[in-house]
């Protein structure tokens, strides 16, 4: 198991990362304008958590 101890909410500024290390992750208690997604992620479908996982599928990880 991980821990984590954070002042505030950070769920926003953990799931950009997330998209610009291309990991999927899904936090549904993160409002959906407040999350950050690359223009390409529209091509890989309307449901955006789906389109997260297959995004990231296809890209790849930036650093492996």
Known sequence: N???I???HI????ITMAAMLRIPGSMPNVEDGDIFRPAAWN???MDKE???FRACKNFGP???
């Open 62 to 64: 930036i650093y492996t």
């Open 11 to 14: 769920g926003v500024g953990l």
């Open 43 to 45: 091509h890989f479908g």
């Open 50 to 52: 789906g389109a997260d």
């Open 6 to 8: 954070s002042y505030g």
């Open 2 to 4: 991980h821990g984590a």
